[in-house]
Each structure stands twice: as C-alpha cells, then as structure tokens.
C-alpha cells in the first residue's frame, strides 16, 4: 500500500505571496493532520481534517488554512508569507476507526520563504 | 494541557552502548504514546507504540514501557548501531474525538563507530 504523498517536495517563494501544499492520505485513512516543523519551535500542530470536516485547530493565525475533499486527500494554504513560515510541512494520516490512533507520516514539504 | 516532556539532547554514543532517551507526559484521560524516528531529510516514521498502561512497544531492538504511575515512556536500546543515527520524538494522542498529537522536542541521537 503507497503511503503518505505530498507534492512538491520543495518550494521557494517570496514573502507576500501565497502557497498551497498538497498531502494523498494512505488509501482508506480518512483523517489527516498538518504539523510545522522547524528547528527552533519543533513539531507544532496546524490541523486535523476528518470527512472534508476541520475537527481540531492548532494556535496559528489564520494565514493558514486548509480543506479535504472527497477522496480524503487534503490541502494547505499559506497566504502574504512570512520570512517565518519557512519550515518542513508534515502532513500525516490515520484510519480514525476511534481516537488515538497511529499517525502515517509524509516526507514533508520543504518550503523557503525569501 | 497535554504535553510532553523529552530528554535534551543532542546524545552521542558508542556503537554497542546502551541507549536511554526520557520522555514523561501529562495529559487528561489515557493517552496512546509513540515514538517517532525521524531521518535526515525525511518524515517521522513510527518506531513503536503502546496504548495503555504496563504496555511495552518494542521495534528493531527498541522498547518502551508504559508506566502510568510515573507518566514516563523511556526509549531504550540495548547495542545501538551507527544506523540508529537520528531524532527521536515522544509523542502522545489522547482525544477520543480527534486524533491531535502532541510532540516532544526529539533527541538528535549520534552514534559513532
């Protein structure tokens, strides 16, 4: 079974602009979930989505955003960058069959904010 | 809150020694615990897991117990290799209407030949 996919890997954008992250949960996994990683705030949650629904909220602005659809793959936007944004964008996906369950890790995309 | 708690690092160790990273927890309910591993330039991937207390995960030589009495979820391996060269992160889930994690800080863990 392919796992967790998100494209692009890498990423350069300016500061102002926007940019959206895309994330293919593991096939039949219904919940994915988006972390920031970077070297001085570590993994920080940013949300979790459940049948195209935003179950749960991390504690950052709303710059950032995202959405599921149908076929559970989901997407995150960032929009007017921030030097700061500059991260490893994590997105992870779990069955959901109850709660606590295993997450399934993506390789990440790299996003450079200029 | 829930939160966890994990040994600083970084951590550099012999090949063959015995390897320890601390992780303790607090949080409301009973949680699942994790750790994660995470390799240069990669995403985390689960190393093992355990889901209630006196559990024990166990993975490549790796193992966790969970302790409830202490809060605690210490990583150990008894002969580390240079392959297990990597960040490690504790984590823990403990909604049952969510599945939102909560991560440690990880422990950059060098192992020299």
């Known amino acids: 079974k392919a796992g967790v996919t998100q494209t692009p890997r890498y990423l350069i954008k300016t500061r102002g602009q926007q940019v959206t992250l895309s994330c293919s949960p593991i096939?039949?996994?219904?919940?994915v979930s988006w972390y920031q990683q970077t070297p001085g705030q570590g993994l920080q949650f940013l949300f979790e989505?459940?049948?195209?629904?935003?179950?749960n909220k991390g504690n950052f602005p709303g710059r950032f955003s995202g959405r599921q659809f149908s076929n559970s793959r989901s997407e995150m936007n960032v929009s007017t960058l921030e030097l700061g944004d500059s991260a490893l964008y994590l997105c992870?996906?779990?069955?959901?069959?109850?709660?606590?369950?295993?997450?399934?890790f993506g390789p990440g995309t790299r996003l450079l904010v200029l | 809150g829930d939160s966890v708690t994990q040994m600083e690092g970084p951590v550099t160790l012999s090949e063959e020694a015995f390897l320890t990273i601390n992780c303790t927890y607090t949080?409301?309910?009973?949680?699942?615990l994790f750790w994660y591993v995470q390799y240069p330039g990669e995403g985390l991937q689960l190393l093992l897991k355990?889901?209630?207390?006196?559990d024990k995960g166990s993975n490549k030589g790796f193992e966790a117990t969970y302790r409830k009495e202490t809060t605690s979820f210490h990583l150990e391996k008894g002969s580390v290799q240079v392959s297990d060269s990597a960040v490690y992160f504790c984590?823990?889930?403990?909604?049952?209407?969510?599945?939102?994690?909560?991560f440690g800080t990880g422990t950059s863990l060098t192992v020299i030949p």
């Open positions: 096939s039949g996994h219904r919940s």
């Open positions: 984590a823990l889930s403990a909604s049952n209407t969510g599945n939102q994690f909560y």
């Open positions: 355990a889901t209630k207390a006196d």
């Open positions: 992870a996906s779990s069955l959901m069959l109850a709660g606590k369950e295993t997450q399934y």
């Open positions: 989505y459940f049948s195209e629904t935003q179950r």
């Open positions: 949080a409301t309910g009973y949680p699942s």
